[in-house]
């Protein structure tokens, strides 16, 4: 009888285990090859990078998920829609609003989950597609948010005005480069300031 | 005595395996910098994955057999189509311009300008991803969001690789922001009442 038990016993552990390890092998992950959507010139200056892993605790719907996304920000100003003004032999220059992008890196590993749950009566649904972009949305707007508190636009637009300072003379021009809102023009750009 | 024997191999079995779990470790990484990036083009390129069941004619090596083997055996379908958006850059970097670099003929109202060398660089992705079709049948359970973040790994990774081994993405890509360069300097100093020759290094 014993020895049943102990041959039982070994037997339930290989077939857990090889179980466990067949788990991992019945999904197919398949990709189609890239297309180019888009290709399109500009020209902005960007003057701040932040590379931060931003931790994203947050539920909807009851449901509730825990994950890290390294998130790439970067602060920059559309120079196409730089207002100027000429007097005498002077040009003014405005800085213009700046733009606060916010993408998910592309280094490895750059989103991971580590627990997604549903804590609703008798829940067991699972983060819909949709529900997991809202909370990234909400993820992103904080993420802006902190830019601004942190005093990193304030930061942006003084490199801006010293990087287009130096790039006009450059060009050998007596050019000054004004800077209307040193806090930045806020998360709205430019229509949120009155003129 | 015997069973004891045998009991403390199949606990020391158990052990082994449960060692061999991941560790999880959360690094958290964090950089600021300034910048004197003047960007002249991006790239948008559109990726498209799929998360389905393993099968045997997809099935490479024993163990995504015996997946596909053990997924014969389930009660509906479960397929997830995604896609998402990466970005990437080309951009001249303003603190490498010299004086020399810039040439002003103040007789002859000619500015000759050489930019410093275009780099190209991925800027990021979307932060959220696109169900583009969904179906879970059966008795089958939803797609995760570890295993959506896990597609979209596969997707990233196979993305950069088509990237490396295609130069046709990074030369578009330049030559796009070489041309927009010439386009804007050349109004620019057309406005101060200059003409102007616009070259890279």
């Known amino acids: ?195 | 005595m015997k069973i004891c024997r045998y009991l403390l191999i199949v606990l020391w079995f158990i052990a082994f395996c449960a060692c061999h779990e991941k560790e999880e470790q959360m690094q958290v990484y964090s950089e600021l910098k300034d910048v004197h990036q003047l960007v002249l083009a991006e790239m948008t390129l559109n990726k498209v994955g799929t998360i389905d069941d393993m099968t045997w004619d997809k099935a490479k090596g024993f163990s995504q057999h015996m997946g596909a083997f053990v997924n014969k055996f389930k009660t509906g379908k479960r397929i997830g189509v995604y896609s998402y958006n990466t970005y990437l850059q080309a951009y001249v970097d303003l603190g490498e311009l010299r004086t020399g670099d810039v040439e002003v003929d103040e007789e002859n109202k000619f500015v000759k300008i050489t930019l410093p060398t275009i780099h190209t660089r991925y800027i990021g992705r979307d932060l959220g991803i696109k169900e583009e079709h969904l179906r879970v049948t059966g008795l089958r359970s939803s797609i995760t969001p570890q295993e959506r973040a896990e597609v979209k790994e596969v997707m990233n990774r196979t993305l950069k690789a088509e990237v490396q081994g295609n130069t046709e993405f990074s030369r578009r890509l330049e030559m796009e922001a070489k041309n927009k360069a010439r386009e804007f300097f050349t109004l620019l100093l057309k406005n101060r009442g200059y003409e102007s020759e616009i070259t890279f290094k």
């Open chain 1, 1 to 195: 009888m014993k020895k049943f038990i102990v041959i039982a016993c070994v037997v339930l552990s290989v077939i857990g285990g090889a179980l466990w390890w067949m788990e991992s092998h019945k999904v197919s992950a398949d990709t189609i090859p890239a297309t180019i959507e888009d290709v399109k010139g500009m020209v902005k200056l960007c003057a701040l990078e932040i590379h931060d892993d931003v931790p994203m605790k947050d539920s909807i719907n009851g449901k509730w998920i825990f994950a890290k996304g390294r998130i790439n920000g970067y602060i920059t100003f559309d120079l196409e829609k730089m207002e100027y003004d000429v007097k005498g032999d002077t040009i003014t220059v405005v800085l213009p609003p700046e733009k606060v992008e916010v993408y998910e890196s592309t280094d490895k590993g750059a989103y991971r989950v580590y627990d997604a749950w549903d804590n609703t009566l008798f829940g067991k649904g699972e983060l819909t597609t949709r529900e997991e972009n809202i909370l990234k949305e909400r993820m992103k707007r904080r993420f802006v948010d902190a830019v601004y508190s942190k005093g990193y636009v304030r930061r942006a637009r003084a490199t801006a005005v010293s990087t287009l300072s130096n790039l006009f003379t450059h060009l050998n021009g007596n050019v000054v480069i004004v800077d209307y809102y040193p806090g930045g023009y806020g998360v709205r750009g430019a229509e949120n300031v009155k003129k």
